[in-house]
């Protein structure tokens, strides 16, 4: 009877002890299962942000781009606004600004424009330094000169010769200079204007880098990470043939002066004033030349030229530029010493007109 009690203790403790055994069992393994279960979630997710990460990177960097273009555009629509206005006025905007930045880019453009302002005579004017003027008057009826700057201007006589006659000023043309040449009885001969403008540069934080939109002189060029610059408006220089065959030349100036920082922010109150606009040119001229330089990079002069050239170029191809009425090269055919136009003695009315804006916060 005892070897059999012994026996029935022994089978019991052994039950006993499977029991728990099993139950550690059943207990491990449901924590490896949650364990298991939270690394494959973790694993999907994981897989999935890495395959949606590029594209989710593209729609951020295009939601961005279309938020520097959109406000590339308002403050255009602005600058032109507050060109318009009488000297002193303007107005004051908030704009929202997402991963963006706004900056002044100061003399990045020059022009220079002359004309003769009667058919009687032919006037050309040469910079010798920064205050000395050559002046050749073809029928020698040049009387006096006057040379307007900042806060300058300066007036002296011409004397009647058949060779260069050299002037010295005290005016100074960093930002902008005119010089007028009059005949008799303060009878305007020739006009020359140089003017260095100013716009604004819109940053845009991209994935592969930062995106530029330039506004200048009522143009737009625009570059990519790892891209070229690239031209997408053209300065407003119109021509025009009218319909009792005369013709018309308009050039709008714009020049966006900054005072103070911009700064960055989500967003931004820009205050935009006019300094008042000018008229520099307005009625019939002749030998009308011009000359463009864009300091925003070596590309850029380029694509301007190519435009201007572009239907010269196809005449020039097609051997009828004796027929050809429009822009022209003053003298070699890429445009680096000038633009001329071509009018076969018809009427030019020539129409200069400049804008003035500052803008600051």
Known sequence: MIPHRVQSVNRQTAQSATRHLRGEER?????????MLLAMVITIMGGVWIFLNPYLSDFEDNTNWNSASGLADRIEDRIEVAGNAPDGTGFRNTLAIQSTSIRPVQNVEHWTIGADLTASERISLR??????????????????????????????EVVASH???????????????????YGADDEPLYRQVSWTLSGLEIHTSLGQGEHQIVLMNNARAERF???AWEVSAMP????????????????????????????????????????????????RAYNVQFTVTNALHDVVTPQYHDNWLS?????????????????????????ADGF??????????????????????
């Open 311 to 335: 239907e010269y170029n196809v005449q020039r191809a097609a051997g009828t530029l004796d027929t050809y009425i429009g822009f022209s090269p003053y003298e070699r055919a890429s445009g």
């Open 163 to 181: 060779q260069e006659v050299m002037v010295s000023h005290n005016a100074s043309a960093s930002h902008w200079m005119i010089v007028t040449v």
């Open 127 to 156: 910079h010798v330094n920064d205050t000395t003027i050559a002046v050749l008057v073809a029928n020698e009826t040049a009387r006096s000169i006057t040379v307007q700057s900042p806060g300058v201007s300066f007036t002296s």
């Open 225 to 227: 990470p790892n891209g």
């Open 27 to 35: 207990a491990v393994s449901e924590v490896l299962g949650v364990v």
């Open 236 to 283: 407003l220089v119109e021509f025009d043939r009218m319909a009792n065959e005369e013709l018309r030349l308009s050039m709008l100036l714009t020049d966006v002066l900054t005072n103070g920082s911009i700064g960055t922010g989500s967003n931004i109150g820009l205050q935009f004033v006019s300094q008042g606009p000018m008229t520099l040119f307005s009625g």
């Open 340 to 361: 001329s136009v071509s009018s076969h003695n018809l009427p030019l009315y020539f129409e200069v007109d400049l804008q003035r804006i500052e803008v600051s916060r």
